[in-house]
């Protein structure tokens, strides 16, 4: 099994900054695209930022030039770099990504259990 481990999720005020980690930890044999969605009261899940194994990467148009998604793959983690955070953002953000474990060769997909991010004053 593979499991999705997330922090720094927290409070914090309008324009100021935090930075989601995800770490994936199990049987993995490798990892392809990492993602993270987000999803607010009310609203669909939606994909905020996402990268490919080989560093290629995606934005929602609403984050594009405040966030920015890496990965480290010596750690299989990835992380979500949010600045100039609105409360618009405020929303439960969850880890996602596509893992090879040992003895299969196809990729499944894995969900981390959410972590809340608030953006108020």
């Known amino acids: 099994q593979v499991q999705l481990v997330e922090s720094g999720g927290g409070l914090v005020q309008p324009g100021g900054s935090l930075r989601l980690s995800c770490a994936a930890s199990?049987?993995?044999?490798?990892?392809?695209?990492m993602a993270w969605y987000r999803q607010a009261p009310g609203k669909q899940r939606e994909l905020v930022a996402a990268i490919t194994s080989g560093g290629s990467t995606n934005y929602a148009d609403s984050v594009k030039g405040r966030f920015t998604i890496s990965r480290d793959n010596a750690k299989n983690t990835v992380y979500l770099q949010m600045n100039s955070l609105k409360p618009d953002d405020t929303a439960v953000y969850y880890c996602?990504?596509?893992?090879?474990?040992?003895?299969?060769?196809?990729?499944?997909?894995?969900w981390g259990q959410g972590t809340q991010v608030a953006v108020s004053s």
């Open positions: 996602n990504c596509d893992a090879q474990r040992r003895g299969n060769w196809r990729y499944t997909n894995y």
């Open positions: 199990g049987s993995i044999v490798s990892i392809g695209t």
